[in-house]
T-cell receptor, first 113, second 113 residues
């Protein structure tokens, strides 16, 4: 399943399928990007990050892709599990205040068993 | 590590009352951030500190809001007087440096009646 930017804030997939969550960031000068996962009643939790000198980075079951030309970021989750159900936020940062993150609106991922 | 600790977890108060939210960042982190989350506006940065010094408070809604960081292990966000529109979840986050990912606390759910 795939979401399209921040205009479709929900994504529903079957357990075991791959998920793709998209994000269009706003500032072409942003040079550090982070994906966070927020479960109900909790604070956002770091998933994976990528710097602007890279276009792909892989973690455990997750991959982030960065396309600076079109200011687009995506998070791919392989073999989606029920525990992946949450709201996913992309955040963009710009040095020297790179910790001052600007968050996207978030995409709600629902995994159906 | 215990992570970022926020208190109280929930706060219910009446309009006009003073509210104080508390945060203990992760030991060794030198940047601290206060965010507010609402359905309408998403995650908004209110203020952030670096080495206990306020760096950017441009996100603080108005003079009713104030934040302090008297030492590296404690910060407060105060609202006086509180108003119903202040109802939100307030998150504190810390990072190792300004150029790093954020670690969020569990948040304080504030309801102003």
């Amino acid at each position: 399943g795939e979401s399209v930017g921040l205009h479709l804030p929900t994504l529903s997939v079957q357990e075991g399928d791959n998920s793709i969550i998209n994000c269009a960031y706003s500032n072409s000068a942003s040079d550090y990007f982070i994906w966070y996962k927020q479960e109900s009643g909790k604070g956002p939790q770091f998933i994976i990050d990528i710097r602007s000198n890279m276009d792909k980075r892989q973690g455990q079951r997750v991959t982030v892709l960065l396309n600076k030309t079109v200011k687009h970021l995506s998070l791919q989750i392989a073999a989606t599990q029920p525990g992946d159900s949450a709201v996913y936020f992309c955040a963009e940062n710009m040095r020297p205040e790179a910790g001052k993150s600007t968050f996207g609106d978030g995409t709600t991922l629902t995994v159906k068993p | 590590d215990a992570g970022v600790i926020q208190s109280p977890r929930h706060e219910v108060t009446e309009m006009g009352q003073e509210v104080t939210l508390r945060c203990k960042p992760i030991s060794g982190h030198n940047s601290l951030f206060w965010y507010r989350q609402t359905m309408m506006r998403g995650l908004e940065l209110l203020i952030y500190f670096n080495n206990n010094v306020p760096i950017d408070d441009s996100g603080m809604p108005e003079d009713r809001f104030s934040a302090k960081m008297p030492n590296a292990s404690f910060s407060t966000l105060k609202i006086q007087p509180s108003e119903p529109r202040d109802s939100a979840v307030y998150f504190c986050a810390s990072s190792f440096d300004r150029d790093e990912k954020l670690f969020f606390g569990s948040g304080t759910q504030l309801s102003v009646l």
